[in-house]
């Protein structure tokens, strides 16, 4: 009714608020919402104290997905008549959908007592209590910073709260410290289309520009945010977060580049431990302190900070190429090989393909004899320094020297005799020392190494046979002897 009293039949305003909404109604019915709403408001115009007006409009706001103001009218019909059920479920519904569950219940609740048997209401209202039941368990997975189960529940609050702009910031937060920057930066775009001025959707930018990496545009959405929310604790803290966290690591690249190393360290450590949920940043200092690592000639602490950069961000290919040279300078090389298969797969450049194949040619390298070392000599010795550690050598590990050992002995010392002058063949030929320094096999030369004679060697080497001898002294025991030369 637009009025109280007997109908004036010379008032033609209800009649034309009939027609209005009759009009609104075929329009509803043709989910033309827009028209729906224009002829509702006509006749709201017409009669503003017609409670059936109000909840129709609520009604068709509603299919607009336009809570806040379907709330509004829905509220506004009840005021005007508190028996009218379909008002109360509409409020309801609105405050469900904008993730007022509490104040839902009560509105269903009122329904209920007007028609328990409602079973609508019934659901809704089952509807608002596991709405209260995801806050909650919200609550708790935030606390335990178990961010899966917020998304998760923010999803199912969501199915039923589709415009309750809290959630989807709580979930855009859980998702951009989850490191899904994409994914949050789409539901906070999407609320900042429909609202520019929220707060929460500003610092969710903020923040998953801070996480990655883009420190700078960071702090402009941190402080849009303070700006529009001045008391919004966590901007606060992320743009304090950040402006300390781009200081230190600026500090520390600045120390770098100077080559005060010792300081450098110092610096990434500090800034590692600004924020630990700031993955991408972490990634690049922990790499970082790793190389600062490898000038200190702290090889096995570089590897490990490259290790940790890794386990952050296993896409960061500095932090595999760093952590593959320190494991070619401790010649770890099948660990560098590993590390260099998985740059050249990512990224099949030239220079990354170079540094696989050297990594390989160590590798094979160290599965071999190592010459230099059986002769205890650098690998840049000189033809003078390998001959003096083969007369040394030889005569060190010759058989005769060592008759009267045990046989487990002279076994062990003819076998090193052996390699003496294996590894004496091949370091004073010019040809085969460059074939096996470059990793090639000496076996291609058509030669077999294992058809040496080493007694053949060290005969030639002294003098050929007869030039040199060794005579044991039986009162002297063994491993006493004199030398003679012919």
């Not at 075929?26 to 709403?37: G, H």
């Not at 508190?82 to 509490?102: Q, V």
């Not at 209590?129 to 606390?143: P, R, T, V």
Request: charged share 30%; net charge neutral; glycine share 6%.
């Amino acid at each position: 009714m637009c009025y109280k009293g007997p109908p004036n039949p010379w008032d033609p305003g209800p009649r034309e608020a009939e027609g209005f909404k009759e009009q609104g109604n075929a329009f509803y019915i043709k989910k033309n919402y827009s028209e729906a709403f224009n002829y509702y408001t006509k006749a709201i115009d017409m009669c503003p104290k017609n409670a059936s007006y109000y909840g129709n409009r609520a009604a068709t706001l509603m299919m607009l997905c336009r809570y806040r103001e379907a709330l509004e009218d829905s509220q506004q019909a009840v005021r005007l008549d508190d028996t009218f059920m379909k008002g109360h479920l509409r409020e309801g519904k609105c405050h469900l959908s904008l993730g007022n569950a509490m104040a839902a219940k009560r509105c269903f609740q009122r329904v209920l007592e007007m028609e328990l048997d409602n079973s609508q209401c019934q659901q809704e209202l089952k509807n608002a209590e596991s709405l209260l039941e995801y806050e909650k368990m919200a609550e708790i997975g935030f606390e335990k910073r178990d961010f899966r189960m917020v998304v998760f529940c923010m999803d199912r609050a969501l199915e039923s709260a589709p415009a309750c702009h809290r959630f989807k910031v709580l979930k855009a937060e859980c998702l951009a410290l989850l490191g899904r920057y994409p994914e949050a930066q789409g539901v906070a775009s999407d609320i900042l289309r429909m609202d520019s001025t929220n707060g929460d959707a500003l610092y969710v930018r903020g923040l998953c520009l801070y996480y990655e990496d883009c420190i700078d545009k960071a702090v402009q959405f941190f402080v849009h945010a303070l700006h529009m929310a001045p008391d919004h604790e966590k901007a606060r803290l992320a743009c304090r977060n950040a402006k300390a966290l781009k200081s230190k690591k600026e500090e520390g690249n600045k120390a770098f580049k100077e080559g005060n190393y010792e300081a450098a360290y110092e610096l990434y450590s500090a800034a590692l431990t600004i924020d630990p949920n700031n993955i991408k940043t972490n990634a690049k200092l922990f790499c970082n302190r790793g190389t600062v690592g490898s000038k200190l000639k702290k090889l096995e602490q570089a590897i490990d900070d490259c290790t940790k950069a890794i386990k952050l961000d296993e896409s960061y290919i500095k932090a595999y190429l760093r952590r593959a040279q320190c494991y070619m300078d401790t010649e770890q090389y099948e660990e560098a090989v590993r590390d260099y298969e998985k740059v050249y797969q990512t990224e099949k450049t030239k220079e990354h393909k170079h540094f696989l194949k050297n990594a390989q040619l160590e590798l094979k390298k160290s599965k071999r004899k190592d010459f230099y070392k059986v002769l205890g000599v650098d690998k840049n010795a000189t033809e003078d320094e390998i001959k003096k550690a083969y007369r040394k050598r030889a005569l060190m590990h010759h058989p005769d020297r060592h008759s009267g050992a045990s046989v487990e002995v002279q076994k062990e010392e003819e076998k090193k005799f052996k390699e003496v002058g294996e590894a004496f063949t091949v370091l004073s030929d010019p040809k085969k020392k460059a074939r096996y320094d470059s990793g090639q096999d000496l076996e291609d030369e058509g030669g077999n190494m294992g058809d040496f004679d080493a007694n053949n060697i060290f005969k030639a080497f002294f003098g050929g046979p007869g030039g040199f001898s060794f005579e044991g002294n039986p009162s002297s025991g063994p491993g006493n002897f004199f030398f003679q030369f012919g």
